[in-house]
């Protein structure tokens, strides 16, 4: 199941994760029994982002502030990144992965081909000591869709370039990915994971293939699925 990052439901389901490079043990009670999972993928278009940097006195000591602006269109790298997505659009690769890391730890995963209606409501309890919970109830989806776990993933990638004083400094191909697993009977967390890359790039203005931006990408989606594999041996 795809949805765009665009749409309400990105924001509206997927919880901010922070923890990174995790191993997710073979040896966790969720992988010691058969369920099954709905898979909801969050396809993100390829992307650029601005990193600038400004230089600040504070006690006559210099410290450097940092300011992201996401850019998706008008900008210089707009013709390269267009031309090169097509090539390297990864949704068939991240589902194919965790689709063979689940299936051989007792889980079978789904992908149904309808919507999920985007009308939930905030998750006001019962909560456990020791558990988190998703702050949408997400319950509904265990007996509409006749699963037990609800897998949502969101997979970024693009350019990101860094700034001082209006000048660029250095640019990167980046890829993110971030993952968690719900339970749909009681709405709390079994997973949650996120994984980025960053490969520097130089020379970027190829035409018309615009090879080196494709493999720097390539080898910063390489790097977030061989972490992830890494976590599960």
Known sequence: ?????????????FT?????????????????????????????????????????????IFVTRIRTKKVVDNSKYEVALNAVE???????TIQKLFMSLYSSRKKTLISVSEKIDSGFVTFKGPRKDGKTYHDVDLRPLKDNLQVDQLLIISFRY????????????????????????????DNSFVIREHS?????????????????????????????????????N
Request: charged share 20%; glycine share 4%.
């Open 86 to 92: 097509p090539e390297l659009n990864p949704t068939d």
């Open 1 to 13: 199941m795809k949805y765009t990052s665009c749409a309400l439901m990105v924001s509206f389901i």
């Open 16 to 60: 901010t994760i922070f923890c990174f490079s995790q191993r997710v043990s073979n040896e966790k009670v969720f992988f010691t029994y058969p369920s099954k999972i709905e898979l909801l993928y969050l396809e993100n278009p390829i992307e650029y982002s601005k990193t600038k940097s400004f230089p600040l006195a504070q006690n006559g």
């Open 158 to 185: 693009g350019m990101n370039s860094s700034y001082s004083y209006g000048i660029e400094t250095f640019r990167h191909c980046i890829a993110s990915i971030q993952y968690q697993i719900v339970n749909l009977r």
């Open 196 to 232: 980025e890359a960053s490969v520097p790039i130089g020379e970027w203005n190829t035409p018309p293939d615009y090879e080196n931006i494709k493999k720097g990408l390539r080898k910063a989606i390489d790097r977030v699925i061989s972490e992830e594999l890494e976590k599960y």
